[in-house]
């Protein structure tokens, strides 16, 4: 059994910084892709960004210069740095490991962790 596991989030002021941990237990067949996600209660959820295992990135529209996502492929872990935090970054982020690009692949998602911009 899989398990992904988030942390690190919590309550931070506009402007500042804060760093999502996303880490992947149990026998996991092959780490093709993990990434973060967004949702704020009624909007569907938003790509944040996605690191494949061999370090290609994409990033969603909020997240591009002020976000970087980085990997411990040894590990299967993925985390989220995050500069300039705005309020409308509020949201739940949830991690989601991916073992291949084909659709039965089986992928696999974090139960999420809240992020909160307020002064």
């Known amino acids: 059994q899989v398990q992904v596991v988030e942390s690190g989030g919590g309550l931070v002021q506009p402007g500042g910084s804060l760093t999502l941990s996303c880490v992947a237990s149990?026998?996991?067949?092959?780490?093709?892709?993990m990434g973060w996600y967004r949702q704020v209660p009624g909007f569907q959820r938003e790509l944040v960004a996605t690191i494949t295992s061999n370090g290609r990135t994409n990033y969603g529209v909020s997240a591009e210069g002020r976000f970087t996502i980085t990997r411990d492929n040894a590990k299967v872990a993925v985390y989220l740095h995050m500069n300039s935090l705005r309020p409308e970054d509020t949201a739940v982020y949830s991690c989601k490991l991916e073992t291949g690009l084909a659709v039965e692949s089986p992928y696999y998602w974090g139960r999420g962790t809240q992020v909160t911009v307020s002064s």
């Open positions: 149990g026998t996991i067949a092959r780490f093709y892709r």
